[in-house]
């Protein structure tokens, strides 16, 4: 079995290494670490986001243990469940009316279009993010701040200390190692997110894994669909063209 998995590696990561020697990337270079940059820029802002929404909620259980209150963080945190492609579409369409109404606004009364202020900016492409995965925040801050005992938020309510306090000063310290966790697990399900990233990215600017799918189509090889497409439809070519 040893022999087996080591020619399992070795054969094709030599392969690839040949490939690279031989032929190279094209997109290796300034243009790779710009697309590196940009999704280890975003995967980070997801990241603390998510971890930050996830310690507000779950604290706002264990302060207000109610029936709406764990509902509430349930369906906050039930976008997991849901294919990125789909969350993608369901954030695409308000945000886009959002966007047409806010030009629409603005040109009648000032005469002035702002552009894509929602849809077409990382504000989106973050929004989603933290909708598909802050369920994998809140589970691992959940379950961290479920070891620590109700005596303690008595003990530093006595002595003075508000909730905020409480949170900043006694939680978070012993929950540092399940925060530095919940954050690693984001980032790297938000380096790997390939539907959302695809049919939500700004036109500024491309992560790592969109200028592998775009390439084509920057150089030619593929025409962009027509602006006056259907959404649906224009969705469906931004996620497989």
Known sequence: MSGAGAGGLLLPSGILLNLAL??????????????AWNSLGLATVAALIAVGLAVVLSYGVRMHDTTFAR???RVASMGYAIPGSVVAVGILIPFAWLDNALNTWLNNHYGYIVGLVFSGSAFILLYAY???????????????????????????????????????????PMMRSSLLAAGI????????????????????????PCGRITWPLTNGWLKPPPRRWPLWWWAFCRLFC
Do not use: C
């Not at 399900?189 to 500024?204: G, H, N, Y």
């Open 130 to 172: 933290v909708v598909r995965f802050l369920a994998v925040s809140f589970n691992a801050v959940e379950a961290s701040l479920g070891k620590v005992t109700p005596s303690m938020d008595a003990a530093s309510r006595t002595l003075g200390q508000t909730a905020g306090g409480t949170l900043r000063h006694i939680h978070t």
């Open 71 to 73: 509902v509430a963080s």
């Open 185 to 208: 697990l984001v980032f790297v399900d938000v380096m790997k997110e390939l539907p959302a990233t695809i049919i939500l990215r700004p036109s500024t600017s491309t992560p790592w």
């Open 22 to 35: 031989q032929g190279g990337d094209s997109l290796w270079g300034s243009r790779f670490i710009g697309y």
